[in-house]
């Protein structure tokens, strides 16, 4: 048994395998593509058959699908891709035949190349050439064209051939010439030579030769045509060198000059005439080679010349005693030294740099500073440094202005930014701080630091940027006075009225003003009318209503209407409820009519066309009416007023509501929202220390983080965070570590640094 399934070589397994791969003469027959022909009765087939599917057809409800299972193409070992044909006949088929469904013809691109690859070997065998062949190509031999020699002359300008070579040349036409003599080499002969003759021969070289000698001819006229523009050219730049030489002759004679007048100096000359004479000839400089102050390097030449006179100026120079000096001299200059005019036309402009040097035409990648910004950082900014620092009486602002419009044109950016940005801020920040106004709210001109900051901070305004001047920015000027602000209303006398340095400020603040007052005076003057305020009509004293009024101007009309309906008519309309209900003595009617129009005429037009403030005094008139309508008759009392204060006042009788109000009573005053932040930032104003947001937050909590710090410029103090009603401060040694501190003399010493 082992020898017969042997015999053939191959082993069972194999032949198993063969013949279920689909080999023929087995029972099921082979299918399309090679593939064994399915079992007609197996579960596949049945299940096949009852959706509608008939053998030999493909798949799908219109029988377009694939007619066989993908058949495989097994690639070669150790081959890529390319090598053998990736699609067998099989998915070829499929494709022709899903072509021909949609009415489309399928070309098969291989096949296609093939054929055109074998056409065209086929014609260049046969010598066969297209139309749009291009001649001289591998199937066709290039027909050889000559030259006449009309033709070489007329391409060879200026090149004229012997008549006895052009003869030679000549040799060629219907019949056939030859040499018979040196004086006639184009006789003709009837008889034709089979091979080329010595005529033909030496014409074709006297032809060639002619043909070279032309190509050189031209070759040489080319460059001669160069050569005669590059002549030219060169002596157009030997031109303009010997002008540029000639220019900087001028400009080192010039210089000469400038250099021989600095060397005639006398120490004891008059120093305006010196810079008279030194700009003088500097401007000539200017004027004669505007165009080649970058070229000649005259910028380093102009500052040369004014460094010694400037450094002497500049030792003795007081800048807020005369701080136009020499502003004249280096305006004139301006040019020379590398300040373009354009710079600041804009007085009241704040200069921005926007990655681009105004100052000076060099890129700004070159961080060298020009030998003028050197000059002004090194000799003139020391003295204004000091002076600003030092003498400069910050309540007294306009030598520093005049200063600073005087130079502003004349400044770098870097130099007038240190200026504008760091130390005029400084003082003024300082003197904020230090600000101390007269309790009553007078402008008080006895001590400097009760000066109100309008008279010596408005006129810097202008001149400072917005990061100073922004009253919604989170630093600068008009925050930290708005912060000093609220700390004196917060504890600013009342009956005093508004502080006549508030008004002055509204322009600048706007809103922030209003916001201001609403959150420390109003809350005060409710408070001061619930406590204080008595309406008694037999002795009725208005100092506490009086108080409230003369804040009308800082408020809008219809806040003191809210305030009022909120604080004062509930009291009214109590004491007017007892008048009328009173026995002894029996209420007088008239009596009560004029105390209605006294109190209704103590209130502006203004508020009292508020429609709140309207609808309190009908209301009154409704209780007045109501009383008449009543009469002494005790079994109908009259109904209490229906609306009450926020804070509960002591009434001599119970306020209930009644059901024969037919109106809401306004809805309270909303009380202020008052932050634990607010707190600290009152205690930090009563202690004069500054709390600063530093922009980052608690690692593990996401609190803000603040600096609380004596210094105006935010330096050094306590960095804090609050979470709750508790300030969590760090500690100096170990930055992890916060700990909990109280708003005490412990917080206000780690603040001052020790």
């Known amino acids: 048994m082992a020898n017969e399934e042997d015999s053939d070589g191959q082993s069972p397994f194999k032949r198993a395998r063969l013949n279920n791969g689909g080999s023929k003469g087995m029972g099921r027959?082979?299918?399309?593509?090679?593939?064994?022909?399915?079992n007609p009765n197996s579960f596949a087939a049945r299940q096949m058959a009852k959706m509608g599917y008939k053998p030999g057809e493909g798949l799908g409800a219109d029988g377009r699908g694939r007619l066989a299972p993908i058949e495989t193409q097994l690639r070669p070992q150790k081959i890529g891709l390319g090598a053998v044909k990736e699609k067998t006949k099989q998915a070829k088929d499929e494709e022709k035949r899903e072509a021909a469904f949609r009415g489309e013809v399928l070309e098969d691109s291989s096949e296609e190349e093939r054929k055109r690859r074998q056409k065209k070997k086929h014609n260049r065998m046969n010598g066969i050439t297209s139309g749009s062949s291009t001649p001289g190509g591998k199937g066709m031999k290039p027909k050889q064209r000559y030259r006449t020699v009309t033709e070489i002359e007329a391409a060879?300008?200026?090149?004229?051939?012997?008549?006895v070579l052009k003869s030679i040349i000549d040799i060629t036409g219907k019949e056939t010439k030859f040499l018979t003599s040196a004086t006639g080499l184009l006789t003709p002969k009837e008889t034709m030579i089979p091979s080329e003759s010595e005529s033909q021969k030496i014409a074709r070289r006297a032809r060639r030769d002619l043909e070279a000698f032309a190509d050189e001819w031209t070759g040489l006229a080319d460059r001669k045509t160069y050569f005669d523009l590059q002549s030219s050219q060169i002596i157009g730049e030997i031109d303009g060198q010997q002008q540029e030489i000639l220019k900087l002759e001028?400009?080192?004679?010039?210089?000469?000059?400038?250099?021989?007048?600095?060397?005639?100096?006398?120490?004891?000359?008059?120093?305006?005439?010196?810079?008279?004479l030194i700009t003088c000839k500097l401007e000539?400089?200017?004027?004669?080679?505007?165009?080649?102050?970058?070229?000649?390097?005259?910028?380093?030449?102009?500052?040369?010349?004014?460094?010694?006179?400037?450094?002497?100026?500049?030792?003795?120079?007081?800048?807020?005693?005369?701080?136009?000096?020499?502003?004249?001299?280096?305006?004139?200059?301006?040019?020379?030294?590398?300040?373009?005019?354009?710079?600041?036309?804009?007085?009241?402009?704040?200069?921005?740099?926007?990655?681009?040097?105004?100052?000076?035409?060099?890129?700004?990648?070159?961080?060298?500073?020009?030998?003028?910004?050197?000059?002004?950082?090194?000799?003139?900014?020391?003295?204004?440094?000091?002076?600003?620092?030092?003498?400069?009486?910050?309540?007294?602002?306009?030598?520093?202005?005049?200063?600073?419009?005087?130079?502003?044109?004349?400044?770098?950016?870097?130099?007038?930014?240190?200026?504008?940005?760091?130390?005029?801020?400084r003082r003024l920040t300082s003197a904020i701080s230090a600000w101390k106004p007269a309790r009553s709210g007078k402008i008080s001109s006895s001590t400097s630091n009760?000066?109100?900051?309008?008279?010596?901070?408005?006129?810097?305004?202008?001149?400072?940027?917005?990061?100073?001047t922004s009253p919604i920015s989170s630093s600068g000027l008009v925050v930290d006075l708005k912060r000093k602000l609220r700390a004196i209303l917060t504890t600013y006398s009342l009956s005093s009225g508004p502080p006549s340095f508030l008004a002055p400020w509204r322009p600048v603040l706007k809103s922030e003003l209003d916001a201001l007052l609403l959150r420390t005076v109003l809350p005060r003057l409710a408070s001061h009318l619930s406590t204080h305020l008595t309406i008694d009509p037999?002795?009725?004293?208005?100092?506490?209503?009086?108080?409230?009024?003369s804040w009308s101007s800082s408020f809008k009309p219809s806040t003191l209407a809210q305030l009022l309906v909120q604080e004062f008519f509930p009291k009214w309309h109590t004491t007017l409820h007892q008048w009328l209900t009173?026995?002894?003595?029996?209420?007088?009617?008239?009596?009560?009519?004029?105390?209605?129009?006294?109190?209704?005429?103590?209130?502006?037009?203004?508020?009292?066309?508020?429609?709140?403030?309207?609808?309190?005094?009908?209301?009154?008139?409704?209780?007045?009416?109501?009383?008449l309508e009543l009469g002494p008759d005790p079994s109908t009392p009259l109904p209490p007023p229906a609306a009450g204060p926020t804070r509960p006042i002591h009434l001599t009788t119970p306020s209930f509501s009644s059901s024969s109000s037919s109106k809401a009573p306004l809805p309270p005053l909303?009380?202020?929202?008052?932050?634990?932040?607010?707190?600290?930032?009152?205690?930090?104003?009563?202690?004069?220390?500054?709390?600063?947001?530093?922009?980052?937050?608690?690692?593990?909590?996401?609190?803000?983080?603040?600096?609380?710090?004596?210094?105006?410029?935010?330096?050094?103090?306590?960095?804090?965070?609050?979470?709750g009603d508790v300030v969590w401060a760090r500690e100096k040694k170990d930055r992890s570590v916060w700990k909990p501190v109280g708003l005490d003399e412990g917080l206000v010493g780690r603040a001052e640094g020790g």
Not at 156 to 163: H, I, R, S, T
Not at 585 to 591: A, F, H
């Open 29 to 38: 027959g082979v299918g399309a593509g090679g593939s064994p022909a399915p």
């Open 156 to 163: 060879a300008d200026g090149l004229e051939v012997p008549n």
């Open 250 to 276: 001028s400009v080192i004679r010039a210089v000469q000059d400038l250099q021989l007048s600095l060397a005639g100096i006398d120490s004891d000359q008059d120093t305006l005439a010196t810079w008279d």
């Open 284 to 425: 000539f400089l200017e004027v004669s080679f505007s165009n080649e102050i970058d070229v000649f390097g005259l910028q380093e030449v102009a500052v040369a010349a004014i460094h010694p006179l400037f450094r002497v100026a500049m030792q003795d120079w007081q800048p807020l005693e005369y701080p136009t000096n020499l502003v004249t001299y280096l305006q004139r200059l301006q040019q020379i030294l590398g300040v373009p005019e354009s710079a600041c036309k804009n007085e009241n402009t704040i200069l921005l740099f926007q990655g681009e040097d105004l100052y000076h035409p060099r890129s700004r990648a070159n961080k060298s500073t020009s030998c003028y910004e050197t000059l002004i950082y090194t000799l003139w900014l020391p003295p204004v440094r000091t002076a600003i620092t030092t003498t400069w009486d910050v309540y007294n602002p306009s030598p520093l202005i005049t200063l600073l419009i005087s130079w502003r044109p004349l400044l770098p950016p870097f130099v007038l930014s240190s200026l504008i940005d760091h130390l005029i801020p």
């Open 450 to 468: 009760s000066s109100p900051p309008h008279l010596w901070l408005f006129p810097w305004l202008p001149h400072l940027s917005d990061t100073n």
């Open 538 to 549: 037999s002795e009725q004293d208005l100092s506490p209503y009086t108080t409230a009024m």
């Open 582 to 627: 009173s026995t002894t003595p029996p209420p007088d009617y008239e009596e009560i009519g004029q105390w209605f129009l006294w109190w209704k005429e103590q209130l502006p037009p203004a508020i009292n066309a508020i429609p709140a403030v309207e609808e309190e005094w009908t209301k009154g008139l409704q209780t007045i009416n109501l009383a």
């Open 670 to 723: 909303p009380p202020p929202e008052t932050t634990f932040k607010d707190v600290v930032d009152a205690w930090c104003a009563e202690h004069d220390l500054w709390m600063r947001a530093l922009g980052e937050a608690h690692a593990s909590t996401g609190a803000p983080l603040y600096r609380i710090t004596a210094s105006p410029d935010g330096r050094g103090g306590a960095v804090v965070y609050l979470r």
